[in-house]
């Protein structure tokens, strides 16, 4: 008869794709935790973003970014994956789920654009 041997395979923790895992402070207060979780994410801009923004010459305040990444981080809450963001000035296509910037163009050349696979949009005034 065939003698069946069985090693045992130590467990890793479950980690879902596209999640990283955060590392835990043992001495961290629970409600530092909790906001912790709650702030916001900070926009990213991706570097052909970055580039369309100069190319373009669209420039913006820092309150006005905070105010897109507060939007961003409220369609994301809402399960909006990716949006587009139009402000007075610009149009920007944002995933949501990576809280970065795709990319941007003025309010001129967004006037006869057609928008594909956005499930949001965001607009600022």
């Keep these: 008869m065939n003698k069946i041997e069985l090693h045992r395979i130590p467990s890793q923790p479950l ?7 955060q590392k835990i402070q043992p001495n961290q207060s629970f409600s530092a935790h909790l906001q912790q979780a709650v702030q916001p994410e900070k926009l990213k801009i991706s ?52 809280s970065t910037v795709i990319t941007a163009m003025n309010r001129m050349e967004a006037k006869d654009q057609l928008f594909t696979n956005i499930d949001g949009t965001i607009l600022l005034s």
């Design 15 to 21: 980690i879902r794709q596209g999640q990283t895992q």
């Design 47 to 98: 570097k052909h973003a970055n580039d369309r923004l100069q190319e373009r010459g669209i420039q913006m305040s820092e309150a006005e970014w905070a105010r897109i990444s507060e939007k961003v981080d409220e369609a994301k809450r809402k399960g909006i994956r990716e949006s587009l963001v139009l402000t007075d000035q610009a149009a920007l296509i944002v995933s949501a789920k990576n």
